[in-house]
């Protein structure tokens, strides 16, 4: 489809990159029509108008400031993450390393109080604040979820959605809280320390916050404060930086998500960088995933003869536990290719 550059289907694209942003306050078939190419295309975009209260965002900020500002001795308490939990550095069960520290939490309110009493010394406020932020932007990924189901033209538009909202659902919550680019991380974690180039040499190497990785979930919304870092790998293999904004959403199409639509939306593979800046960046992400039990397979509407289904089915448990035998960076979903 050739869309004219004053049609309304023309969304605003991020500086020079051409990456869409989203305005969620226009008429919803445009917007559904503006985020399945995104996910074609790009399989990330930013949305802006959401309509998330900034009072709901800033007080999960301000409890994640709270947490990283303790000593390292105070949130190791909260750790180690297995997966759950606080994590310093120490990525996944495999060896992968970055330099952040982290919240880690199952996004399920029982979850959430237990894991706050060793997170805060106001568990009920901190559960409290991260149950609504987890509530909202449960909402916002469902209402793009429907306006995806309603575009693909699937009969039951909460196809996608139904999973998300489910009791059972596997979805997590994480803060990622990286250093500014002037210090290095307090060294919690003893069996580790930043390879000796990155500490003293003064040329502008690239620091890795978070590596590059897919995620495995359907769609992870991601929030930042205004310090960038974030970046997207293109089809033509070259990163993207995406300018941070804290009043937009960052949402990602996991490796799930790609398999549902038959390869037709990419997961993204994007990194976290260490971005020049005397601030930390903070970053809070919800990863939205469906049951354990619940079966991937593409849906009937993008299976044909000329697009036979590209994986064999497998229940979002088995993918889970393949993400976690392997690195941060490999490709999971091929292993799944028919
Ligand atoms: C990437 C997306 C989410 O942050 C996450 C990550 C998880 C972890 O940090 O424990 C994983 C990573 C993520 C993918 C491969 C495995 C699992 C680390 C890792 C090496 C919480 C998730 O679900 O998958």
Not at 253 to 280: E, L, Y
Request: some cysteine; hydrophobic content about 35%; glycine content about 6%.
């Amino acid at each position: 489809m050739v869309v004219p550059n004053s049609s309304p289907l023309r969304s605003k694209k991020t500086r020079a990159f051409g990456i869409p942003i989203i305005d969620l306050s226009l008429d919803k078939s445009k917007v559904s029509k503006l985020i399945v190419k995104a996910c074609e295309d790009f399989g990330f975009f930013q949305v802006e108008n959401h309509g998330i209260s900034r009072e709901i965002i800033s007080r999960v900020e301000m409890e994640g400031q709270d947490f990283f500002s303790k000593p390292a001795c105070q949130k190791q308490r909260a750790g180690p993450p297995t997966p759950f939990g606080y994590g310093c550095k120490n990525i996944g069960f495999n060896g992968d390393k970055g330099e952040l520290e982290y919240i880690l939490l199952e996004a399920n309110s029982h979850s959430i109080s237990e894991r706050s009493k060793s997170i805060s010394s106001d568990p009920k406020k901190f559960s409290c604040v991260v149950n609504d932020y987890i509530q909202v932007v449960r909402n916002l990924t469902c209402d793009v979820l429907e306006m995806v189901a309603d575009e693909l033209w699937v009969q039951d538009k909460s196809i996608f959605s139904n999973l998300i909202r489910d009791v059972n659902s596997d979805s997590c919550f994480r803060i990622n809280h990286y250093p500014s680019s002037s210090s290095i991380i307090n060294n919690a974690d003893q069996n580790w320390s930043p390879p000796s180039h990155q500490m003293f040499d003064k040329s502008p190497k690239t620091r890795i916050g978070f590596g590059e990785h897919s995620d495995p979930q359907i769609l992870t919304i991601l929030r930042s404060n205004n310090v960038g870092g974030l970046q997207i790998l293109s089809r033509d293999g070259l990163w993207i930086p995406i300018p941070p904004d804290s009043d937009k959403f960052c949402v990602f199409v996991g490796d799930a998500f790609q398999a549902m639509t038959n390869g037709r939306f990419v997961s993204v593979r994007h990194r976290a960088i260490i971005a020049n800046s005397v601030k930390p960046r903070m970053s809070m992400m919800y990863f939205a995933a469906p049951p354990l039990n619940a079966c991937i397979s593409p849906i009937s509407q993008l299976v044909s003869e000329e697009n036979p289904c590209m994986y064999r089915p497998f229940t979002w448990g088995e993918y889970k536990s393949t993400a976690y035998s392997l690195r941060l960076a490999d490709n999971r979903l091929d292993l799944f290719r028919n």
